[in-house]
């Protein structure tokens, strides 16, 4: 089956340093990739759609200068947290869609997450 | 627009028991749906998923869910719960006509006593 590959799985940070997340599709080809942030307890928060050689889409309220998202290939997608605070800090997780809509394949497969900790 | 509504976000089941998990959903257009796993610090596992064709689906480690329209229900079971299903389980949706990202559910905890 289908799998995502995300690294580092926990990182810590000082304060005011960037942190770079990647997000790799293993044995298919990613357009479309995902980045959600995840705090404890909570559910998933969509923070930006990733579309292979074109720039992301941010949802509202997420600040794309803070969360870079580079997206240069169809397995490889990269999230920089830049600057980041103790308030970064959080659990991130990437997916990749798999497929077309209407497919049998359609689906999104998630990678393991990013626990991320800003001191 | 899209929601997906978890009822209950801690579910407790003794071992054996019927494990039951409720999603309802809103949505314009008939809806992909899909149930994922996640256990602590991990990403997220999927265990079954509705496109088309047959309402019942069955998923993997036993679970299964019924997509009925007319309740517009998404519910998750599995006839006997093991002390390994004790994770939190998110119920999402997704649009196929906009090729649209996931909207998750809130989630449930799912506990399970010996």
């Known amino acids: 089956g289908a799998v995502v590959s995300q690294h580092p799985s926990r990182v810590i940070c000082k304060s005011g340093t960037s942190v770079k997340i990647e997000c790799r599709s293993l044995d298919f080809q990613a357009t479309t990739m995902f980045w959600y942030r995840q705090f404890p307890k909570q559910s998933l928060m969509l923070m930006a759609t990733?579309?292979?050689?074109?720039?992301?889409?941010?949802e509202q309220g997420v600040e794309k200068d803070k969360f870079l998202i580079n997206h240069a290939s169809l397995t490889l997608s990269t999230l920089t947290v830049t600057s980041a605070h103790p308030e970064d800090s959080s659990f991130y997780i990437c997916?990749?869609?798999?497929?077309?809509?209407?497919?049998?394949?359609?689906?999104?497969?998630f990678g393991s997450g990013t626990r991320l900790t800003v001191v | 627009a899209q929601s997906v509504t978890q009822l209950g976000s801690h579910v407790s089941v003794s071992e054996g028991a019927l494990v039951l998990l409720r999603c309802n959903y809103s949505?314009?257009?008939?809806?992909?749906l899909f149930w994922y796993v996640q256990y602590p610090n991990q990403g997220l596992q999927l265990l079954l998923k509705y496109t088309t064709g047959a309402t019942l689906v069955k998923g993997i480690n036993g679970f299964e869910a019924e997509f009925k329209k007319s309740e517009t229900s998404f519910h998750l079971t599995k006839p006997s719960a093991h002390m390994s299903d004790a994770a939190e389980y998110f119920c999402?949706?997704?649009?196929?006509?906009?090729?649209?990202?996931?909207?998750f559910g809130a989630g449930t905890q799912v506990v399970v006593t010996p």
């Open positions: 997916s990749a869609r798999e497929s077309t809509p209407y497919q049998r394949n359609y689906g999104y497969t």
């Open positions: 999402a949706v997704s649009d196929p006509d906009s090729w649209g990202k996931l909207q």
């Open positions: 949505s314009s257009v008939p809806p992909y």
């Open positions: 990733s579309n292979e050689g074109s720039k992301a889409t941010y």
